[in-house]
């Protein structure tokens, strides 16, 4: 039985490779993810009515429909729409996992920012503190802790929905595991690797992620 | 440039398609939330290797992306282990393992909330275990995981779209065979998106109110 997994040894160029693209995949959508949440979750909270529910209604609609489809209607609707002939695929994952999980990202934010009271940002007013700066120096700070937990989720979820953009054809892990399993119809050793690793990476993550937060866990009790 | 007459066809191509996704989500709900019910069960009381080899399946179900596990049962168990499985039967129970990983963590931490007074109280009052739980524990446990499990069930109607990609002929798969034949990838991935859009909304909304209606206070 372990013979087989000779065909995965053989290929381990090719995967390290593809993981290699895995990581810059997570790594830009997360990135975009987070500034896209943090921007939508601010401007939900402090930016008053209107903003509130035009917000909630975007975030509402990316909630609705599945990543996979929005993945790809922005690898091969998007650039119609926008008139481009070339549109890399990389670019069309990013956007898609980066809008997907920005969109959760934002009503964690919005929960954690809410979860501040209302004191501390008067009391930085009051020390003469510019409103972005109150946000930046205070209220984020404390809000950022407690919105570790559902953040370590949301960051496992990206990783985990990543592999979507094989569909579109994006040269990651599962893209590459699908190639080769196509060339040599091995699926058993090629899907059992990838099976095993991504669970060791993703436990890895998590765990991490959560002796992280309760390192600083106390010092955003409220 | 956005060809409505073509974006506006789409719709009844969808319509077979939107059968088995209902479908799909219809027959892995009920089957999840049993399968759940059992391993949460399994892991708070029962012995413990048994309850230690709960945990490692829900960890290994929760831990691993959907996609990879479809693939896996849908390649792997015929030629490995000669289970020829129709691809919409594998599918239906990757889904159904899956679903049912995620929903066993929110019933046991349901379950262990209530306090273990109520259970007491239950067996003071001359109630066997299994009356105690099902009348005691259980009711007060499920307006608890109530909330969760209704945003799963949305996850779950969103995520059977990948069972596309294996070839079930889902609302999805449907969209993405009409736009080989037509070219028209603009208006048919608009209409599928919408779709979607229009169906889960109110599934969404619908669990955002239970959130704020069962939203605990002690």
């Keep these: 039985m372990l013979d087989a997994f000779e065909i995965v040894r053989k290929n381990l160029g090719l995967l390290g490779h593809a993981f290699l693209v895995t990581i810059e995949l997570n790594v830009a959508s997360i990135a975009l993810a987070l500034a896209l949440g943090t921007l939508m979750g601010i401007g939900r909270v402090y930016g008053g009515r209107w903003a509130y529910r035009v917000l909630g209604f975007v975030i509402d609609v990316v909630r609705s429909i599945p990543i996979l489809v929005i993945m790809v209607w922005t690898f091969f609707g998007l650039p119609l729409l926008l008139g481009l002939r070339v549109f890399p695929a990389f670019l069309a994952g990013v956007l898609a996992l980066g809008l997907h999980s920005g969109v959760y990202i934002a009503e964690i ?114 | 440039m956005f060809f409505w007459p073509a974006f506006w066809d789409t719709f009844p191509a969808l319509a077979s398609g939107l059968l088995v996704t209902i479908e799909l989500t219809l027959l892995v709900m009920p089957c999840a939330l049993v399968l759940a019910l059992v391993l949460a069960l399994t892991r708070l009381y029962a012995p413990h290797p048994l309850a230690r080899i709960a945990t490692g399946w829900v960890e290994l179900w929760r831990a691993t992306p959907l996609l990879l596990q479809l693939y896996w049962l849908y390649y792997v168990m015929p030629s490995e282990f000669g289970i020829l499985l129709p691809a919409f039967t594998a599918v239906a129970f990757g889904l159904i393992c899956n679903v049912s990983a995620f929903l066993s963590e929110n019933f046991r931490a349901g379950i262990a909330s209530i306090r273990v007074g109520q259970r007491h109280a239950g067996l003071s009052l001359g109630m066997s275990e299994s009356q105690a739980f099902f009348r005691v524990v259980m009711p007060q446990a499920w307006s608890r995981v109530l909330p969760e499990t209704a945003s799963m069930w949305v996850e779950l109607f969103k995520e059977t779209s990948l069972v596309s990609t294996l070839a079930v002929a889902d609302l999805t798969y449907r ?34 109110w239970l959130y704020r209606r069962q939203r605990v206070t002690e």
């Design chain 2, 175 to 208: 969209a993405l065979a009409l736009r080989t034949e037509n070219y028209r990838t603009l208006e048919v991935l608009t209409a599928l998106a919408l779709t979607y859009l229009v169906l889960a909304y109110p599934q969404a909304k619908l669990s955002d």
């Design chain 1, 109 to 222: 934010v919005r929960g954690g920012l809410a979860s501040v009271r209302t004191g501390q940002m008067h009391a930085a007013l009051a020390l003469g503190m510019s409103w972005s700066q109150a946000i930046r120096r205070i209220i984020l700070p404390q809000a950022a802790i407690r919105m570790m937990p559902p953040l370590s989720t949301r960051l496992v979820r990206n990783i985990k929905d990543s592999v979507l953009a094989s569909t579109i054809a994006v040269q990651e892990l599962f893209w590459a595991a699908n190639l080769l399993e196509g060339e040599t119809a091995k699926p058993f050793p090629i899907y059992t690797t990838l099976m095993v690793f991504y669970f060791l990476v993703i436990v890895v993550i998590a765990r991490a992620l959560d002796r992280a937060y309760l390192r600083v866990a106390a010092r955003g009790a409220a």
